[in-house]
């Protein structure tokens, strides 16, 4: 059975500080996907990592993928409050048709 | 904003009804995704519609159905609701896999819609 498991599932940390949100999954898929959830909202495209080793940055957010390990990260640096949301992590399946998200990672960013 | 629109926004109605969502693809796009996401649930793939014919199928109901139209926008519809069924539907698109864009080509990033909050009482 396919899993797509994010852990944590909540994180809470401070303004300033980093953390990393790490995401395992079971495809032979080379491509993972990070989505962000703001409350209420719809989900916005934050990375699309495309082959083993790639990593991606965009501000305090960094993504990488190591697809012998089928394993994923996002990594946050020195938080800021504008960061809270839920984070997913999706991978294709198999057969490149499907989509498979992780279970998200809720993140709340305290002053 | 994404590109992709859904309508309505929400919905609210009874058990046993039937409802039918609408999702309108960015432009350009010949993929179009349904997903519905609920607190026990998660993000459930429900089904794929690529250029007008059904691509993939995922955690869809025998209840649900859906369809894409030469257009390309394309709608769920869910009937016999059941209390269950309450949840966000999300709908996305995406230049399907191999499909040559400005930069190379595309993959299978999606867009997503604003959603419809269905509400089955």
């Known amino acids: 059975e396919l899993k797509v498991e994010q852990n944590p599932l909540f994180l809470s940390m401070q303004e300033g500080k980093n953390y990393t949100i790490y995401c395992n999954y079971s495809?032979?898929?080379?491509?993972l996907y990070w989505y962000r959830q703001d409350p209420g909202k719809s989900l916005e495209s934050l990375f699309v990592?495309?082959?083993?080793?790639a990593v991606k940055q965009e501000g305090r957010l960094m993504a990488s993928l190591d697809t012998k390990a089928r394993l994923s990260t996002l990594h946050i640096t020195a938080a800021v409050h504008d960061l809270s949301a839920t984070y997913f992590c999706a991978v294709d399946g198999d057969t490149g048709n499907q989509f498979y998200f992780g279970t998200g990672t809720s993140l709340t960013v305290i002053p | 904003d994404s590109g992709v629109t859904q309508t309505p926004k929400h919905l609210i109605t009874a058990t046993g009804q039937r409802v039918t969502l609408r999702c309108s693809p960015r432009?350009?796009?010949?993929?179009v995704y349904w997903y519905q996401q609920s607190l026990d649930q998660g993000l459930q793939f429900l089904i794929q519609?690529?250029?007008?014919?059904?691509?993939a199928k995922g955690n869809i109901l025998e209840r649900f159905s859906a369809q894409q139209f030469p257009d390309l926008h394309s709608e769920l519809n869910l009937s016999s609701l059941e209390l269950g069924d309450s949840a966000l539907y999300f709908c996305a698109s995406s230049v399907d896999p191999g499909t040559p864009s400005g930069w190379g080509w595309s993959y299978n990033e999606q867009f997503f819609g604003p959603g419809t909050r269905l509400t089955v009482l």
């Open positions: 519609y690529y250029n007008g014919e059904e691509r």
């Open positions: 990592l495309l082959s083993n080793g």
């Open positions: 432009s350009g796009d010949l993929s």
């Open positions: 495809t032979t898929s080379d491509r």
